[in-house]
């Protein structure tokens, strides 16, 4: 396929996610499922490439690859062939949808949506899934158009006061924790699936996984975008947002999700920023 026909494909399949096209192929994708399978669930672009390395090499007791976890660890409906890797022969999937009641068990992964808009941004624009500035972006975006997830603010609430969590089946992790005490937030995430792994396997499986080691992982196994010239795995980075957001959209993101962020825990921005320069581009260095 050309990269022009490429290009079209992923700009055709971007807009049908956002229409009502996709309520009977996300219902399709959820067929079949398990009482025993659980889920890595987020909203896009929130650390689930990163969670589900780190859980593949615990789970699995190999050392995660690309090729490996997207096999064992797949987008919901690519499960027919993935590995049973949990205790009654349950599966782990990945999920980027709201709350579905076909849902059992999950791990919850929440990402500051100050950030997710940035890294979302950064992603759409290399995969040339979107031709449009980051300025015109960032109100589809709070808005719940710029993808087929909805809000952001909408997609949290949907999982904390989902089922799940009323029966103690849901585990909600802030990717920002996870990155300042990687081990034992992924020692808690592995028990709440009920897997079993010493210290020096979580530091193990942590040390395989660092930004630099997946980002060597995906040259040996390389992603779509990588094969374009891009990286798919990125810097991951927490507050980010602050070199990359105007205090008017700062504003407004705080103002459209404020409940949902001062229930994650995450504090609005201060009253004085440093103005910023101008913004052609998003910091690489910061998604």
């Not at 020096?200 to 499986?205: D, W």
């Amino acid at each position: 396929m050309s990269s022009a026909l490429r290009i079209a494909y992923r700009q055709t399949r971007r807009r049908i996610s956002k229409t009502l096209i996709r309520v009977p192929i996300v219902w399709y994708r959820h067929r079949n499922l398990t009482a025993h399978d659980a889920f890595v669930a987020a909203y896009a672009r929130s650390g689930s490439v990163w969670l589900r390395f780190l859980l593949y090499e615990l789970l699995a007791h190999n050392v995660a690859t690309f090729d490996l976890v997207n096999r064992h660890i797949p987008d919901v409906g690519r499960q027919r062939h993935s590995a049973a890797l949990l205790p009654g022969g349950g599966r782990l999937l990945k999920t980027h949808e709201p709350y579905r009641m076909e849902y059992r068990k999950a791990v919850y992964l929440v990402r500051d949506p100050r950030d997710v808009v940035v890294s979302e941004y950064a992603f759409y624009q290399q995969s040339r899934r979107i031709d449009c500035t980051f300025q015109e972006f960032f109100p589809l975006f709070v808005q719940g158009k710029s993808n087929g997830y909805g809000r952001w603010a909408d997609h949290v609430r949907s999982w904390l006061d989902s089922r799940l969590a009323a029966t103690g089946n849901l585990l909600v992790i802030r990717f920002e924790e996870l990155k300042a005490e990687t081990e034992s937030v992924l020692s808690k995430a592995l028990a709440f699936l009920g897997g079993k792994a010493d210290a020096e396997q979580v530091r193990r499986a942590v040390a395989n996984n660092t930004v630099a080691k997946m980002r060597d992982k995906e040259k040996q196994s390389p992603q779509l975008v990588t094969r374009e010239g891009h990286r798919y795995i990125r810097a991951g980075s927490v507050g980010g947002w602050r070199e990359n957001l105007s205090d008017a959209e700062v504003q407004m993101i705080e103002q459209q999700a404020g409940d949902m962020l001062e229930r994650m825990g995450y504090q609005p921005a201060r009253a004085c920023r440093m103005t910023l320069p101008g913004r052609g581009a998003i910091n690489d260095s910061d998604t």
